[in-house]
């Protein structure tokens, strides 16, 4: 009896299964739709409803009934339920019943033939719907710039001109800001400037987020505006809007290129520029603070605690080898297989005894003289003349000192009359860094002081020309040999 209700069970789900997936319509092309009920929404109107959802939904049902939209210079509803809808206020609230029901709705040319005679002094409204010439169906010359309906101005505001660019900008081009490029229609029905016009439209609205974009590259046009579309809809994201005020509005494109370098992948293959100067495209708007792009290092060791700065240069200056009499031939070959050099160390300037080197006071340490040391023949002439040419290869520029404090975490740049000389940057973003003689130096630089190369900045190179200077700060500073030592630097190497 079980089995019997069991068998019984199978095959009536059997059947449901069957009877479902028979309701599912599917066309020549292999698209199907997805719900049972595909076929009753389409012959309710509902593909002139909502066909965004309905096409994605229920594809062959909607492509199999719907018609294109009346075109400008017809006056007609492209379905049956046009009028009850109206009934509902749906022109105010639904784009694409007002793009359907043109009668009903009243929209364009049939508002024009709608309105009693009682209104014929009211010239002016008549001009911003009847332009069209009767014999083309095309728009006359004196078409003016309008707004086709009452709510364009709020559409506009909710971001329908992107989001729904064919139906605003015919009939609200002027919310739209988009007068140049007022679409119009003929009798056929047949749209003149659909695709052209909407991707003109898309790119002239990137201006409002830094640098107009282009998309001229031919075989990557398409995937440029795709980049694009995806820009715009991250602006709508949770995460875009979730961010600081300042972020957003400090956010923006720095190049007219950005959208395509972004469709060819450097937004990963160049993070360092990319992520910041062509952060819309890249949707790393939130890389523009820098707690988020370089965030503290959970796991980070302090170089230096409390206590270890005179240790360091006690250190330094005890192992130098060019200080010792005599190396023997195995502490020879170690440095060669270290890549260090044989360097002394001179001391200029060293803090005076004090009776207990254990006690710390910020007070007393003022008191006491700076460490000031040189490193002699820390650098051979090869590498001296490979770190020159780095420089010429990064670009020697006018030296800058610090400016104010940006957005972003970052400092600006002043030019300055004091500061007259020329440097370059060897870093990582011009692949200076990891260079071979560059790196080789960082290692020795990380190996006499102790501390990682991670916690080093980048080499700024400087060059100096006959007559050009740095002048001397009014106060802070130590000279000796023509090179400045300041304050306000913990190490200067």
Known sequence: MNRTIAALQGLLLTLLLVQKV???????????????????????GECYRSPSYMLKICPTSCGESMIEPPGGNECIDAHENCAAWAELNECDTSFSVLDYCLLSCGVGRCKSKT??????????????YDNYDDNTGEETSNTTCT????????????????????????????????????????????????????NDFLLRRTAKFGALQTADD???????????????????????KSLPSNIKKNCKNDHELCSYWATIGECEKNMAFMKVGCAPVCQSCHLLDVANRCPELPDAVPALKE??????????????????????????????????????????????????????????????????????????????????????????????DVG??????????V???GRTSENAWCGVANECRGKTVPKRILNRMSSIMGIPTGNSEDFQILKYEVGQFYKVPKSGCLHFRDVIFCSFDLHRF
């Open 147 to 198: 707004n086709n309906h009452e709510h364009c101005e709020g559409w506009a505001e909710m971001g329908e001109c992107h989001d729904n660019p064919e139906f605003m900008l015919a009939n609200c081009a002027k919310a739209c800001d988009s007068c140049d490029n007022h679409m119009s229609r003929t009798t056929s029905g047949t749209r003149r400037e659909t695709s052209a016009t909407a």
């Open 307 to 400: 206590g270890d700065l005179n240790q360091i240069f006690e250190r330094i200056v005890e192992t130098a080898p060019g200080n010792r009499t005599t190396l023997t031939a195995k502490e020879r070959r170690e440095l060669v297989k270290l890549e260090m050099t044989e360097y002394t160390v001179t001391v200029h300037s060293r803090p005076n005894a004090v009776t207990n080197a254990n006690a710390n006071s910020i007070s007393r340490d003022k008191k006491l003289d700076p460490w000031v040391i040189a490193l002699d023949n820390f650098l051979t002439d090869e590498e001296c003349d490979a770190l020159i040419q780095h420089g010429y290869d990064a670009g020697y520029k006018r030296s800058e």
């Open 218 to 240: 031919h075989e990557y046009e398409q995937a440029t505006l795709d980049t694009i579309q995806n820009m715009m809809e991250y602006f709508e994201s949770k995460d875009y």
């Open 22 to 44: 028979a309701c599912q319509e599917c066309g020549a092309n292999g698209d199907c739709d997805k719900h049972e009920r595909c076929s009753v929404w389409a012959e309710e």
């Open 115 to 128: 309105k009693s005679d009682d209104d014929d002094d009211d010239d002016d409204d008549d001009d911003n």
């Open 415 to 417: 030019q300055s009359t």
């Open 404 to 413: 104010a404090l940006k957005f972003d975490g970052t400092y600006g740049s």
